[in-house]
């Protein structure tokens, strides 16, 4: 079955940032020689010598258009997915960052993926999310959502917490240590890989647990199947001034006694990549690994 074409397209990006903007303006004058309907986010515009006539709120991005062209690193292309994973539009980053795992155009030669792309020749990925929510005396006092992971972790750096890890309600195991990241296989080349976590191919329905720095030898990463509900129950002898993490975006405050509770997100996130796109070879590539011996 031939892939869907698309009409209206979104520009979404960082005008502050010199190349970013330059990219912008290229994409722009490039989708409007090409009689694409061009919509734009409405912060991206500021600054640009030329910009559509209509500027959206990233909702609004994500109900009315067919595509929407992310231009930044992957920390925009976060910002941008965690809204954005809830419509149906899908999505496609051109890289201005430094790693871009989720970033694949070049913004100098964007034209000629982008071309194919919008033919319709095109790769389709879905990737989960994750959904925390912070519950106090049973009652939800704040909730949000990660693409990359769902952090447990104190103010200060090197204080030790206490908490109990539940799966599906059922207890896992006790836990003394700075924190827990609770990752999904986008996150798992993020803070999780810095914190000694698995790499998760994007394919897999699948979240893993790192613990931050346990004061026992014995705890290692764990990766459980994404229908799985983690539970953290907080220990009373913590002290006050935790957070809960999301992408290192949105902090969620935790006191102790809290309960925060991380399931899969039942929206996807559609993500589109070039026909060339190979997650092997990103890997490779951002991780500087050896090439071929024979």
Not at 51 to 65: D, M, V, W
Not at 180 to 207: E, F, K, Q, W
Request: hydrophobic share 40%; with cysteine.
């Amino acid at each position: 079955m031939a892939n869907q074409t698309f009409s209206t397209i979104a520009l979404i990006g960082k005008p502050q940032h010199a190349g970013a903007a330059q990219t912008l303006q290229a994409l722009y004058i490039w989708l409007k020689q090409r009689s694409y309907e061009v919509v734009m986010e409405a912060r991206s515009a500021d600054g640009l010598e030329q910009h559509p006539e209509r500027l959206l709120s990233l909702p609004q991005i994500g109900k009315e258009a067919d595509l929407a062209i992310v231009v930044g690193g992957d920390g925009n292309m976060l910002r941008v997915a965690r809204v954005l994973s809830k419509y149906p539009v899908a999505v496609i980053g051109v890289n201005r960052g430094n790693l871009g795992f989720l970033t694949d155009l070049d913004p100098e030669q964007f034209h000629i993926e982008l071309a194919q792309v919008l033919e319709g020749q095109y790769q389709v990925e879905k990737r989960f999310l994750l959904e925390a929510k912070v519950v106090r005396h049973d009652a939800v006092k704040s909730r949000n959502s990660a693409v990359n992971e769902v952090v447990l972790h104190a103010d200060k750096v090197a204080q030790m917490l206490e908490f109990e890890v539940y799966i599906d309600n059922e207890f896992m195991l006790s836990q003394r240590a700075d924190g827990l990241i609770v990752s999904t296989p986008t996150g798992s080349t993020a803070y999780s890989l810095s914190g000694g976590g698995p790499i998760l191919t994007p394919d897999l329905n699948a979240l893993s647990l790192v613990p931050m720095f346990p004061h026992t030898l014995s705890s290692r990463p764990i990766v459980i199947d994404n229908r799985h509900e983690v539970r953290l129950k907080l220990s009373h002898n913590n002290q006050e001034h935790m957070q809960i993490s999301c992408d290192s975006h949105v902090s969620l405050a935790v006191m102790p006694g809290d309960e925060v509770i991380i399931r899969k997100q039942s929206k996807l996130l559609k993500l589109v990549h070039p026909l060339s796109y190979n997650y092997f070879s990103v890997l490779r590539q951002k991780l500087h690994w050896g090439s071929k011996l024979f």
